[in-house]
């Protein structure tokens, strides 16, 4: 949650990947607390559909906790739309993945995805994506 302003924060993205983000965010780099969304309103609105994040215990760019605090925060829409959340406002170990409609796992290390991190995505799709499942 960029709000946290921790790790790879508003005006590092907006200084290093000045193409890739509108000007109206490039506004928010020096005032955080006035930005109008966040991370977990973006997730709300992808309700109710399944969303899958992921990352590593050891990525302090990416901020593990505030992914997963955005997360948390989703999830009284998905509830309102029926659907399940992350069930826990307690953040799981590394290795110890959470698969409801929103899904979270750690993996003990650095950014970017292992190897081991595609058992647990294709066993969320399998939850979500085969026909007559929801």
């Given at each position: 949650m960029s709000r946290r302003n921790y790790g790879e924060t508003i005006k590092h993205l907006n200084t290093n990947y000045v193409t890739?983000?509108?000007g109206n965010y490039q506004k928010f780099g020096d005032h955080v607390d006035q930005l109008p969304v966040d991370a977990h309103m973006l997730?709300?609105?992808i309700a109710p559909r399944p969303v899958y994040l992921q990352t590593g215990d050891e990525d302090k760019w990416s901020d593990p906790e505030g992914e997963f605090l955005a997360a948390v925060a989703a999830e009284?829409?998905?509830r309102l739309l029926g659907k399940q959340?992350?069930?826990t406002e307690e953040m799981p170990a590394a290795g110890q993945p959470i698969m409801n409609t929103i899904g979270y796992h750690m993996h003990a290390g650095k950014h970017g995805t292992v190897p081991s991190?595609?058992?647990q995505y294709l066993k969320f799709m399998e939850m979500h994506l085969q026909p007559g499942r929801q």
């Open positions: 890739s983000f509108s997730l709300a609105l009284p829409v998905y959340g992350l069930g991190d595609w058992d």
